[in-house]
C-alpha cells in the first residue's frame, strides 16, 4: 500500500496527544465482494480500543491490513503522526504491531522460552544464548504476573488461558507498542477471562495501546475506554464507553432494533419421543442422563465448564461411547458406533469447534456441504455428479442465507457466521431425524446468531427434533423449549418456557433451594409430581 502524506494542517491543542495509530479512507476489495468499503481506526497509547461489527463486518481485513496479512487497496496509515507503509507482516512487527489469536498459535512440544523466541533467538559468538533467553522470558512473565519458572514449562503441560499469556509474552517480545487481541476470551473460562482482563490493564498501565475484538458485548463494558463499530464494511464511529449500553452497540452494529420476544411453541406431551437418553453414562464423564426429546421440540442442555455437557453430544452422535444406559430413536434401542452410524440412523451434528471438527478451510462452500454426502450425489456410488451437487450447494445457500458471491468461494475466506452456516448445511443435506447442535452461536456476531436462532426455529416447525448443547445461557434459555440443567455429569433440574437465568445459573451452580428448582410445567415424561417414572417415557 503506497502512503499518500496528509495535507499540511494546524497544529493540534497541545492537550490533545497525537494517537499512537490513526488508519483513514481504508478500502479493500477481493474480485468482486468489497470487503471494506471505508474505514477509519484511531487507537492511543495506554487505551483499550474494542472492534465490534457482525461477521463480514469488515473487522478481520481491517485488521489483517493492520498486521500486515493483506495490503489495503487505498488509504493512509500514520504511525505516532508520521505516515507509514504496512506491506507485510515483517513492517507491522518493525512499527511494534503485534496480534494475539483466538486460539494460541505456539508449538505445544517446545518450552515457553523456545517458542517466546522461535525464529529470532538471541545469539551469542553464533550460538544461542539460552541465559540471555530465560532471563528476557523472566521479565515478560514477570509483567504478566506468571511465576518465572514458566520461562522453562512445555507448552503442552499450560492451561489454555495460560498458553494464550504466553503468546502475548510472544508478541511483547519484539518491544509491541500495539496489540491485537482478536478474540482472546472465546475459549476461556470466567475466572480465565479475569485474568487476561488484569493481563491488560497492566499492559496499558505501561503505555501499550490495546485493539480488542469480541463478540462478548459485556466484556467491553469491563475492559474497553473506546468502542469502533463496523458495519457492511465501513466505520459507523468511535465511542466513548461511557455513552453506550449492550443495547446501543447492538443497534448500531445491525443498523436497527432486535426484538427479543421468544417463540412459544406447543408441544403435545404424549407425542412418541424422537430421542430418549435413559440412565445414559459414561465413566468419569457422566452418569444416569434422562433427557426426552420429541419432533418438532427444541431441548436445551446447559451446564458449566466440565460438567460433561458437552460428552453427552458425543455420545449421542457416535465420537464418545456411553458405557450404561440406552440410546432410544424413536422407541428403539441404538448405540451409534462411529459419526458415520450416527448419519445413517438419522442423527445430525453442529460440532462446536468447526474449525477443527466441522470445515475443510481451504475448500470451497459446495465441497463443505456435499462432504460425507457423495453415496447420495454421485452416479451408481462411483462418480460424483456435479450438477447435482452444486444445486444442493445453491439450494442450501439460498435456504440458509449463506452470503457469498459463489458456492466455490473458499469456506475459510468467509466470516464466522457465514461459515457456521455452511457447517449447517451440511448436516441437513439428507434431513436429519434428529440434530444436534453444539455451541451453534459460539464466535458469530449478535446477526448471524439472530439468523441461526431463525434457522433452528424453522427446523423445529418442520417437525425436526433439536438437541441444543450451549454455555451461552441467554441462548439456552431464548431458543430451548424446555431447558435441562447438567450438574456434575447428570441431569438435574428441568425449566419451561419462563426460566431466568438467575434460576438456571443456580440450578448449574449447585443450589437446590426451592426457588433454584422452580419448573413452570412437570418434566415432559414424568409423573405430576415431577419424579421420573422407572424406565423409558
Not at 34 to 48: F, M, N, P, Q, Y
Not at 306 to 315: Q, T
Not at 417 to 441: D, F, I, M, S
Not at 532 to 537: A, D, H, I, L, Q
Request: glycine share 8%; charged share 25%.
Amino acid at each position: 500500500m503506497t502512503s499518500v502524506p496528509a495535507p499540511a494542517a494546524e497544529s493540534p491543542p497541545t492537550d490533545v496527544p497525537t494517537p499512537r495509530l490513526e488508519m483513514t479512507g481504508i478500502t479493500k476489495r477481493y474480485a468482486a465482494v468489497r470487503a471494506i468499503r471505508a474505514a477509519d481506526l484511531t487507537v492511543h497509547a495506554g487505551r483499550v480500543l474494542a472492534l465490534v461489527g457482525e461477521n463480514g463486518a469488515g473487522k478481520s481485513t481491517l485488521i489483517k491490513i493492520l498486521s500486515g496479512a493483506v495490503t489495503a487497496d487505498s488509504g493512509t496509515i500514520a504511525y505516532d503522526g508520521r505516515p507509514v507503509s504496512i506491506h507485510s507482516t515483517s513492517d507491522a512487527m518493525a512499527l511494534g504491531i503485534a496480534t494475539v489469536y483466538q486460539e494460541p498459535q505456539l508449538f505445544s512440544e517446545l518450552t515457553v522460552s523456545e517458542n517466546i523466541f522461535m525464529g529470532r533467538e538471541i545469539r551469542k559468538g553464533g550460538r544461542i544464548d539460552w541465559s540471555a533467553q530465560t532471563a528476557k522470558v523472566v521479565e515478560l512473565l514477570d509483567l504478566l504476573a506468571l511465576p518465572a519458572r514458566y520461562a522453562t514449562a512445555v507448552v503442552g503441560d499450560l492451561s489454555i488461558a495460560e498458553q494464550q499469556q504466553v503468546s502475548i509474552a510472544k508478541a511483547l517480545a519484539s518491544d509491541a507498542s500495539i496489540l491485537i487481541l482478536d478474540e482472546p476470551s472465546a475459549i476461556l473460562t470466567d475466572p480465565e477471562i479475569e485474568v487476561l482482563f488484569t493481563v491488560v490493564r497492566r499492559l496499558t498501565r505501561s503505555g501499550v495501546s490495546v485493539i480488542y475484538i469480541s463478540h462478548r458485548l459485556d466484556e467491553l463494558f469491563r475492559i474497553a475506554q473506546d468502542v469502533l463499530v463496523m458495519r457492511d464494511g465501513r466505520t459507523i464511529g468511535t465511542y466513548p464507553i461511557e455513552e453506550l449500553s449492550v443495547r446501543k452497540v447492538v443497534e448500531l452494529m445491525v443498523g436497527g432494533i432486535l426484538t427479543e420476544t421468544k417463540r412459544e411453541r406447543q408441544i403435545d406431551p404424549t407425542t412418541k419421543p424422537r430421542l430418549e437418553l435413559d440412565g445414559l453414562g459414561r465413566r468419569g464423564d457422566y452418569e444416569d442422563v434422562n433427557v426426552v426429546v420429541r419432533p418438532g421440540e427444541i431441548v436445551g442442555l446447559y451446564g458449566l465448564v466440565g460438567s460433561g455437557v458437552s460428552e453427552i453430544a458425543d455420545s449421542v452422535y457416535g465420537i464418545k461411547h456411553a458405557d450404561s444406559g440406552q440410546i432410544l430413536l424413536d422407541g428403539r434401542p441404538v448405540r451409534p458406533r462411529s459419526p458415520r452410524h450416527a448419519q445413517r440412523l438419522g442423527i445430525g451434528l453442529l460440532p462446536a469447534n468447526r474449525k477443527q471438527q466441522g470445515m475443510f478451510s481451504f475448500q470451497s462452500i459446495m465441497f463443505n456441504i456435499s462432504a460425507g454426502h457423495l453415496p447420495l450425489l454421485s452416479r451408481l456410488r462411483v462418480w460424483v455428479d456435479r450438477s447435482r451437487e452444486r444445486q444442493v450447494a445453491r439450494d442450501m445457500i439460498k435456504r440458509l442465507a449463506v452470503k457469498t458471491p459463489s458456492e466455490n468461494q473458499p469456506i475459510g475466506a468467509m466470516s464466522g457466521g457465514n461459515a457456521q452456516k455452511v457447517v449447517l448445511a451440511r448436516q441437513l443435506v439428507e434431513r436429519p431425524q434428529l440434530l444436534v447442535l453444539a455451541e451453534p452461536t459460539q464466535g458469530v456476531d449478535v446477526g448471524a446468531k439472530e439468523e441461526i436462532h431463525r434457522i433452528i426455529n424453522e427446523l423445529a416447525d418442520a417437525g425436526t427434533a433439536l438437541l441444543v448443547v450451549t454455555s451461552d445461557l441467554s441462548e439456552a434459555i431464548r431458543i430451548s423449549d424446555r431447558l435441562q440443567v447438567v450438574r456434575n455429569g447428570t441431569t438435574t433440574v428441568e425449566f419451561g418456557p419462563n426460566a431466568t437465568q438467575v434460576d438456571v445459573l443456580a440450578a448449574a451452580a449447585g443450589d437446590v433451594s426451592e426457588q433454584a428448582v422452580v419448573t413452570d410445567t412437570p418434566a415432559q415424561g414424568a409423573e405430576p409430581d415431577g419424579t421420573r417414572p422407572e424406565g423409558p417415557t
